[in-house]
């Protein structure tokens, strides 16, 4: 029988009393798993690439999008269809998780270093080479403010970004997706390196000093309250970055989206709904075909016809419409080889 699952029925001194005897054997097994971190509500940043001269590809100036076909350093513009850049916040340090875990600052900066190039950004935490969703460009750390992360707190934390070419090639429905700002939730998955238990009681000396050094980081006190322990997770192996579909974390910033004319601010918005169409700024104008799931661009504000199967759709209701056959042009746009 697992042994952390014999924590869920105990509280209290005898709990505390467990937890010291059989501090080794949990941690054991809490190395031994792939734990998948709580995802929580993230809307990404999402912007173009292009190519430049010496082959490399950049994120593109919102001033970029002023000339299609190259700018001042000969740079290539990628088309809309294959890739778009997203920043994704993908985890976030002293929150305490439902598995009572706290990860502090920093435990994710050696794997980064040691494992670079070999992290890569999933969907759904499958691990197989066709659940990857693009290629992975940056992974850093950086301060945010806990008002920007949707938490009515003063003082500032540290979280795990992602910055990823999502391409259409790898996983197209993914990748309309993140463009139409539909993705919103990420969740890590990782495996322990170095972790130690903090108890608040007098009792339990070691694990008490722990509890005294931690904390005072901890975001969300109430949780580690409630039960009178927390384990500290201060160094971890990163294994990779995955969008999910349900979140239960209660960080739920938005960050910028950005497309073709510019950057524009999300507004906020309930953590349990997506924002709608018309607040994703650059992003209104996008329209999915729902029958051949083709992104494209229109003007119209009223029905639009996909450039690719001829269904039309409409941007507001996003219900499709099926449109009148045009023979003669069909004819007439007729290759014959």
Not at 154 to 159: A, E, K, L
Not at 230 to 257: A, H, R, Y
Not at 275 to 282: E, K, N, Q, S
Request: hydrophobic letters at 35%; a negative charge; one cysteine or more.
């Amino acid at each position: 029988m697992s042994k952390l699952l014999a924590l869920k029925d105990l509280s209290g001194k005898p709990l505390f009393k467990y937890l010291r005897e059989n501090k080794e054997a949990l941690i054991a097994e809490k190395k031994s798993i792939v734990k998948h971190c709580d995802p929580f509500s993230c809307a990404p940043e999402v912007s173009r690439l292009k190519i430049k001269k010496d082959g490399s590809i950049i994120k593109a100036d919102a001033t970029d999008d002023e000339d299609q076909n190259g700018d001042a350093d000969g740079g290539t513009m990628i088309p809309d269809d294959d890739s778009v850049h997203v920043t994704v916040v993908a985890n976030t340090a002293n929150w305490c998780d439902s598995q009572l875990d706290v990860l502090i600052p920093d435990c994710w900066k050696n794997t980064i270093k040691q494992r670079k190039g070999m992290i890569p950004h999933l969907h759904d935490h499958i691990h197989q080479i066709e659940a990857k969703i693009g290629e992975v460009a940056k992974i850093y750390s950086k301060d945010m403010k806990l008002t920007d992360l949707g938490l009515n707190k003063t003082g500032t934390t540290q979280v795990l970004i992602f910055e990823t070419d999502v391409m259409a090639s790898y996983n197209e429905k993914i990748f309309n997706q993140y463009k139409l700002g539909k993705i919103n939730q990420h969740s890590i998955g990782l495996q322990y390196i170095k972790i130690s238990l903090c108890i608040n009681d007098e009792d339990s000396e070691k694990e008490y000093d722990f509890w005294n050094k931690y904390y005072p980081q901890v975001i969300n006190k109430e949780v580690v309250d409630a039960r009178g322990y927390f384990w500290v997770v201060t160094e971890i192996k990163l294994l990779e970055n995955s969008c999910v579909l349900f979140g239960s974390n209660e960080l739920t910033p938005t960050l910028d989206v950005k497309a073709d004319t510019g950057t524009q601010p999300l507004q906020s918005t309930d953590k349990d709904q997506p924002p709608p169409l018309d607040t994703l700024g650059a992003i209104k104008g996008i329209v999915m075909c729902q029958n051949c799931m083709t992104v494209y661009s229109t003007d119209e504000s009223s029905s639009s016809k996909c450039p690719e199967c001829g269904r039309y759709n409409s941007p507001d209701s996003n219900q499709a419409e099926t449109g009148t056959f045009d023979s003669l042009r069909a004819i007439a746009e007729t290759k014959f080889i």
